[in-house]
C-alpha cells in the first residue's frame, strides 16, 4: 500500500491550497482516507477524513468551513481544498488510511510522506 502527498507549498495568509493524496497497491473502497497535520513542535493532529464508500465526511473544529475533503474513485485520490488559510495551518501535512472514519491516529494503518504547508501573514 502506497499514498502520495503533494500539492503543498507556500501561500499568503488568505490564500487556498490544494492537496492530493494518491492511493496505490490496493482497493480502497472499504477504507476512510484521514489528512492530518505537525506544526513545527507541535503533536500531529487531525484535520479531516473522509469514507471511501460513502463520501461521509469529519472535520477537525479549526479548519470546519475553510478546508474540503473530497475523493476521486477513478484516480484513488483525495484531496484537501484548503480555503482561508491562516499562518497557524503552516504544518506537514499527511495522508493515511484507516478502516473506519476516525479522527484517531491509532486507527490508521497506512501513512504516506508528508507534504510541508507554509501560510505567510
Known amino acids: 500500500v502506497q499514498l502520495q502527498a503533494s500539492g503543498g507549498g507556500l501561500v499568503q495568509a488568505g490564500g487556498s491550497l490544494r492537496l492530493s493524496c494518491a492511493a496505490s497497491?490496493?482497493?480502497?473502497?472499504?477504507?476512510?482516507m484521514g489528512w492530518f497535520r505537525q506544526a513545527p513542535g507541535k503533536e500531529r493532529e487531525f484535520v479531516a477524513a473522509i469514507r471511501w464508500s460513502t463520501d461521509s465526511t469529519s472535520y477537525a473544529d479549526s479548519v470546519k468551513g475553510r478546508f474540503t475533503i473530497s475523493r476521486d474513485n477513478a484516480k484513488n485520490t483525495v484531496y484537501l481544498q484548503m480555503n482561508s488559510l491562516k499562518p497557524e495551518d503552516t504544518a506537514v501535512y499527511y495522508c493515511?488510511?484507516?478502516?473506519?472514519?476516525?479522527?484517531?491516529?491509532?486507527?490508521?494503518?497506512?501513512w504516506g510522506q508528508g507534504t510541508q504547508v507554509t501560510v505567510s501573514s
Open positions: 493515511a488510511a484507516a478502516w473506519a472514519l476516525t479522527s484517531r491516529q491509532n486507527q490508521y494503518a497506512y
Open positions: 497497491g490496493r482497493t480502497f473502497s472499504s477504507y476512510a
